[in-house]
């Protein structure tokens, strides 16, 4: 039996949740001016998120049964009843949630957003996704807000 084959949905979603807090812990211990700094953001902002995404493409091709669907509440319901498709879900979560953790850390640094301003960042982030990018948003605006100016191949 491959290693692919033993995905254990319940065994993902562990694995998962444990690498994904030691990810955020590690952001949240890592200054933007500390040496070793550049090394966390390309784990929690590239490898893991791929990582993430390797599992979450093996959960959907080994558990996903093609029932449900995007077109309504009903059918997302109906495509995360099943435990795998579930697992895949919140792998999904993880992945984005952490790469948009990073990158609000990166982009704080590039902007001299000090730590103190990105701790409270970063924990909504991990837990309420969304919020955490509107909170970032608002701290531009007040720290930053020609950062907020779009300009021709600036970075975001």
Do not use: C
């Amino acid at each position: 039996m491959t290693p692919l084959a033993q995905l254990d949905p319940d065994t993902a979603f562990g694995w998962a949740n444990t690498l994904a807090l030691l990810a955020w812990l590690s952001l949240a211990l890592s200054p933007a001016k500390a040496r070793w700094t550049p090394w966390i953001w390309r784990i929690t902002g590239r490898a893991l998120p791929v990582a993430f995404g390797m599992v979450y493409g093996a959960l959907l091709a080994l558990h996903w049964r093609g029932e449900g669907g995007f077109n309504s509440l009903d059918d997302v319901r109906a495509m995360f009843a099943v435990p795998g498709a579930l697992a895949a879900g919140w792998v999904h979560y993880l992945a984005f949630d952490l790469f948009v953790g990073t990158w609000i850390s990166e982009r704080s640094a590039q902007l001299g957003i000090g730590h103190g301003w990105v701790l409270p960042l970063l924990l909504l982030t991990f837990m309420l996704g969304p919020l955490g990018i509107l909170a970032f948003v608002l701290v531009r605006a007040l720290r930053r807000p020609a950062s907020l100016k779009w300009q021709p191949g600036a970075t975001p």
